[in-house]
């Protein structure tokens, strides 16, 4: 236990006695104590948490929003692959460097990123470096037992011996690797070595000014996926290149670089990429280089860093302006440390168990990850075209890295919760990128370029819901007139084929055709599944109108929504399902609640419930809302009524994917708000959990942490586009929320209990299951009682349910 929990749990102990001690005598009730809120919530963030079954998570050192994200690469013996999708496995215990960026949770395998891994290395450099494909020499293993990992700090202790330290600001790190005194003490620079390997690299070693610079060209974000185009995969290309300059405290003793098979001891300058393929196509392809220090008076080596996605001479600037001479890894890590409590306690809780609190700060810590810092301090920064652009006035950042499929049912409106201000700068960069990109809004924005990963039109609700929540720093008109204009005027890409049907490379594909049928034909879509395509844009369409009603465009207004009911028209009666639909009206054949035909990343009897918009309207195709909850019911429960919410089973709910994850709220909707208790209650204590196994699959960008962080303080946005909050069972008896506008939200709740048997909204009795959306736009205090059993008379009247349209 830390010693601010310490402090916290005396100060609550010693609160209870004086309660005791100064209580009148008499029938008198004391006032209930004031439940402390945590203090230090960095103390509670486990950066291993989601670093195995799947999570792909990372635990090396990052600021809020940061450029820099320096956190190991693994491996399993295949130079050209790692241990998982975004280059750290919990249960792979070998590396191959310390990598400089890093994207959190993504799927692809490999993901993005993972630029320059720097490796220390105990011996003498013979042999290419490049050449050891299998990852036999020029690695080492570690034990867990000497890692340890903060907020914006990585430590490790090696079994080569080199004990490596690394903290990090925005955009440059400081790391110190202690090598054996007296041993071969060289730190290898494997230029080329992105995860998803490089067009070009070069590196140039200058030791009169103790420096290494250099670059990686690269990109390549899920350009081995095999449903996105197979060897046509349009990802398979560069669309960044990444400027790092590193300065050392002493003086190189050698220097050397390679190229493919070829060392050259004493050289100081390479080039060469490696290619986007695997395996035997890419082995023994790339460039780096290394220094070496002469260790006899001692093996302490310190380096500091920067990277720029616009220019060595910004890289070096960043690094000397985030990190002067004088820094040191301590100063630099309890900096990162200030940084992200800043970031933690905007949103404070208390009256919660201790793993329950690391799970909140740790998912809070993720969700807070991205979108990530893309401009220098000078303000400029690679744009979707690949040109140097510059922010804009007023605007404090460029923000990049959108996984759209993912974040627009979570992550977002965590965001845009806790931090208004970076969304409205995230959604003018999209704009921004989406300008320099011929208007088109991409789907998946790995920085700033489209990789047009996954299906649906995601900027749409996501722009619609930041400006619910109350983001106004964006240029709104212009960014809803080019939402619209691709939501009504097909561009060329919209039929083409290229890299379908997982990175297909239209914003609204086939839209012609789909607004002519008013649904996405199966067999002509140019999409990933034409149910799932009609279904996301069905939502994006009903997100725009909420938009487009708030703006006051009217005629908009009337324009859009009526297309947000579209999904009614894959919605087959006659089995109860969403369903392929050709485009002469027939239903593809074949079909099962378990069949994918026709969707994304998930089955029939998933993607049947992700109608958030129009709750009522899916109950009353369902036979009504008490058929619906019963059908709803068989998501969650197996035949003999066994809680089956752990996934694996395409009938059942699945907590490692995103089409579903709104579901177990939609019982509010249905008048039966006690099953999303408990169903929520129920996935919040076993499918997600503490250390490294504690999330159930892709974390997304920080999706699935969000939600996590939602269910926690006992809400979760109703629909994208909105800013209406359904109602749960906060895991904490307090809980006060400060967002960066000057709003404050606060929950209260006498105990932790499943159950709600009554809320209060402002000191008044709400017979709602959802608070109004100006309880995130004002502020207020919402107040729960809870307990062990259900009261299933609470907001179950019609006129009590949460609003469609």
């Known amino acids: 236990m830390s010693m601010s929990r310490v402090r916290a749990a005396l100060a609550g102990v010693v609160g209870a006695l004086l309660v005791v001690t100064l209580a009148p005598a008499g029938p008198a009730a004391a006032a209930p104590a004031v439940v ?267 380096m500091r860093i920067g990277i720029s996605y616009v220019s060595l001479a910004g890289a070096a600037a960043n690094r000397d302006a985030e990190i002067p001479a004088t820094a040191t890894v301590e100063s630099v890590a309890a900096a990162g440390r200030d940084a992200w409590n800043t970031e933690l306690k905007r949103i404070r809780v208390g009256g919660g168990t201790e793993p329950r609190t690391t799970a909140f700060y740790t998912a809070v810590y993720h969700a807070l990850m991205q979108p990530q810092t893309m401009n220098d301090l000078d303000g400029r920064y690679l744009g979707a075209d690949l040109k140097i652009h510059r922010i804009r006035a007023g605007q404090r950042a460029a923000y990049g890295t959108f996984s759209g499929w993912d974040q627009y049912r979570a992550q977002i409106q965590f965001l845009a919760l806790l931090r208004p201000d970076v969304a409205g700068d995230m959604a003018q960069s999209m704009l921004d990128f989406a300008t320099q990109n011929r208007g088109i809004w991409d789907r998946w924005l790995h920085l700033g370029a489209p990789t047009h990963v996954m299906t649906g039109d995601p900027a749409a609700p996501t722009l619609a819901t930041y400006y619910a929540m109350g983001a106004r720093n964006f240029d709104v008109r212009a960014a809803l007139d080019s939402l619209v204009r691709q939501a009504t005027v097909q561009n060329p890409d919209a039929l083409s084929d290229a890299g379908c049907p997982g990175q297909c490379l239209g914003q609204r594909p086939t839209l012609d055709t789909y607004l002519a049928l008013k649904y996405a034909a199966n067999d002509i879509c140019h999409c990933w599944g034409g149910a799932a395509e009609t279904l996301e844009n069905s939502l994006a369409d009903f997100s725009l109108a909420m938009w487009a009603r708030r703006a006051g465009r009217n005629d908009l207004y009337r324009q859009l929504l009526p297309r947000g009911d579209y999904w009614k028209n894959t919605y087959n009666p006659a089995v109860g399902y969403q369903a392929a639909r050709r485009a002469d009206g027939s239903w593809q054949s074949g079909f099962t609640p378990s069949t994918d035909v026709g969707f994304a990343q998930g089955s029939s009897a998933t993607y049947t419930w992700m109608v958030p918009q129009d709750v009522s309207g899916l109950a009353a195709l369902m036979g009504g809302r008490t058929a619906a909850a019963t059908r709803l019911d068989g998501l969650f429960h197996d035949e003999n009524g066994n809680w089956a919410v752990l996934g694996g089973n395409p009938l059942r709910y699945d907590p490692t994917n995103e089409p579903g994850i709104h579901a177990p709220w939609l019982y509010n909707g249905l008048g039966q708000p006690w099953k999303t208790q408990e169903t929520v209650r129920q996935i919040v204590d076993t499918a997600y959990g503490t250390g490294p196994a504690g999330l159930p699959g892709n974390d997304d960008l920080g999706t699935m942490s969000a939600w996590y962080a939602f269910a926690a303080i006992g809400m979760f946005p109703q629909v994208p586009g909105r800013a209406e909050m359904l109602l749960g069972n906060p895991v904490f008896t307090r809980v006060v929320i400060d967002r960066a506008n000057g709003v404050r939200l606060t929950v209260n709740a006498d105990t932790t209990d499943t159950y709600v048997q009554g809320v209060k909204l402002n000191g008044s009795t709400l017979r709602r299951s959802w608070l109004p959306e100006s309880f995130v736009q004002s502020g207020g205090t919402v107040t729960f009682t809870l307990a062990t059993t259900p009261n299933k008379s609470w907001a179950t009247a019609s006129s009590e349910l949460p609003k469609d349209h």
């Open 36 to 302: 402390p809120l945590v203090e230090d919530p960095a103390s509670y963030v486990d950066p291993f948490i989601g670093t195995t079954r799947g999570g792909n998570t990372w635990p090396g050192a990052t600021r809020p929003f940061g450029m820099m994200a320096w956190s190991p690469t693994s491996t399993t013996g295949d130079q050209t692959n790692t241990g998982a999708a975004n280059g750290y496995e919990y249960n792979v215990t070998k590396l191959r460097g310390f990598s400089l960026t890093h994207v959190n949770g993504a799927g692809c395998s490999p993901g993005a990123a993972g630029d320059v891994p720097i490796m220390p290395y105990v011996g003498d450099v013979t042999t290419s470096p490049t050449a050891d494909t299998r990852d036999q020499q020029y690695v080492s293993t570690f034990a867990h037992a000497n890692e340890a990992a903060t907020p914006g700090r990585y430590t490790v202790g090696l079994d080569n011996g080199v004990r490596t330290d690394l903290a990090v600001s925005t955009r440059a790190g400081i790391g110190d690797f202690t090598f054996p005194a007296g041993s071969a003490a060289n730190l290898l620079f494997r230029t080329s070595n992105s995860l998803n390997g490089s067009e070009d690299a070069e590196i140039t070693i200058d030791a009169g000014r103790r420096s290494v610079t250099g670059s990686v060209l690269t990109g390549g974000f899920c350009g081995r996926r095999g449903n996105g185009g197979g060897a046509t995969n349009p990802n398979r290309r560069s669309y960044y290149r990444l400027y790092f300059s590193a300065t050392f405290d002493r003086d190189f003793a050698r220097t050397g670089t390679w190229r493919n098979a070829t060392v050259t001891p004493g050289g100081t300058t390479a080039t060469g990429g490696e290619g986007y393929l695997t395996g035997a196509d890419r082995a023994g392809k790339g460039s780096g280089g290394w220094v070496g220090f002469d260790t006899a008076g001692g093996g302490a080596v310190r």
